[in-house]
């Protein structure tokens, strides 16, 4: 409900089971919050995953408020509070010791606060043909729970229309990068991954490290990724008002760090 009782307030909540993974989950969004110009969000979620392609199953539950507010004309700053129970489970005998250890770790607590700095001139810049998405953001975990950490994360993308508004080019350029503190040693839920999203015409969490010589050689994640992502859109000949349109891309990218290896 993107109108909840008529205050222009945002209310989703959602079931989801499957075969390979249960996600619950609920999100209000107040983009008036005290009547002024801040919007306070606040998101609730439990999600299950059994995927096919990996010998573990993960669970996790998350809590998680935030305020955003303008500080430009194109400007936006959003600060957050993540509390969120992280667990790996069934994992096969076969599979790396990684992930043994951090199955025998248990459920972990994770406390952060974090922010996210982003300026997109795409759709209100000087010019209409052509702009620029930054964003640029830190979470730092340790305010009680079981993890010390930093985790950094960055995107630029510009986008330009070419060939009177006939050919559309993209790049994007996105990088992350986790540090544990205090000794600490990074869990598969909380290190990256490149989704499809991220990087194209891979299978799932194709990229990154792997325990070669385990028999199971499940992806692990890392604790840093980099990726780059170029594209041109183009109309294919039909009537516009059929919202059909081709593209050709160009992607690249790396999932690397593990704090045991």
Known sequence: ERNFLG????????ITLGLDNANT???????????????????????????????????SLLFNPSLEFPVGQNSRFK????????KIFNVDAASSTVLQDEEAAGALVSSSIGYTYSRDTRRSGLDPDAGVLLRFGQEFGGLGGDVKFIKSTALVSAQAKVLNDGLTLRATFEGGSLAMLDGGVSQLTDRFFLSSSKLRGFAPAGVGPRDTVAVNQDALGGNNYAAARFEAEFPVGLPEEYGLSAGVFADIGSVWGLDND
């Open 25 to 59: 989950g609920i999100t209000f969004v107040e983009p008036a919050f005290l009547g002024r110009d801040v919007s306070f969000a606040f998101t609730g979620e439990y999600r299950q995953t059994e995927y096919e392609y990996t010998s573990y199953d993960t669970q």
């Open 7 to 14: 205050r222009g307030q945002t209310l989703n909540f959602d």
């Open 79 to 86: 600060l957050t509070y993540a509390l969120s129970n992280n």
